[in-house]
C-alpha cells in the first residue's frame, strides 16, 4: 500500500469522528429539551460508517483503496419519555411533556470513544508523515 493511501483512509476516519462528535454534542445540547408530544420529541442522533473497500481495476496498481464514510444519520429508536407535568406551558391535555430520549452516560461514552479514535488516527498521520521524511532523508543521501 502506499504511504500516500494511508493519508486518504486516516483522513476519512478523522472526518467520520468529526461527524459522530458533532451528533453526540447535539445530542447532548438537547438532552434537556420537552415537546408537547411524542412527535416533537428530540430523539438522539447516531452516525451509522460504512467501510470504503474498492478493489482497484488496473493491473499496474496493487493493494486496495480503504476507508471509511458516513452513510446516514439515524434517530436513536429507544422510547420516549413521559412525565406528568400538568404546570408546564408545553404539557398536552392530559398534563403530560414529552422528554428526549438522550442518555447522558451513553452520549459521554459515545464521546470519548469518537475522541479516542480520532487521536489515533491523528497518531497514524503523524507516524506516516515521520515515515515519509525518513525515507527522504536516505534517498537524499
Do not use: C, W
Request: charged share 25%; hydrophobic share 40%.
Amino acid at each position: 500500500m502506499a504511504l500516500d493511501r494511508i493519508f486518504n483512509i486516516a483522513g476519512s476516519a478523522l472526518n467520520a469522528q468529526t461527524t459522530r462528535m458533532n451528533t453526540t454534542a447535539s445530542n447532548l445540547a438537547n438532552a434537556g429539551t420537552v415537546s408537547g408530544n411524542e412527535g416533537e420529541a428530540f430523539r438522539a442522533k447516531r452516525a451509522m460508517f460504512k467501510t470504503i473497500l474498492q478493489e482497484q481495476q488496473k493491473p499496474h496498481e496493487q493493494g486496495y483503496a480503504g476507508g471509511v464514510r458516513i452513510e446516514k444519520i439515524t434517530d436513536d429508536p429507544s422510547p420516549i419519555r413521559k412525565m406528568s407535568d400538568p404546570g408546564n406551558p408545553m404539557a398536552d391535555e392530559e398534563g403530560y411533556v414529552y422528554l428526549a430520549n438522550v442518555n447522558e452516560m451513553t452520549e459521554m461514552v459515545e464521546m470519548m470513544a469518537a475522541a479516542r479514535s480520532y487521536q489515533n488516527n491523528v497518531e497514524v498521520v503523524n507516524t506516516t508523515r515521520q515515515m515519509l521524511m525518513r525515507t527522504i532523508d536516505i534517498i537524499k543521501t
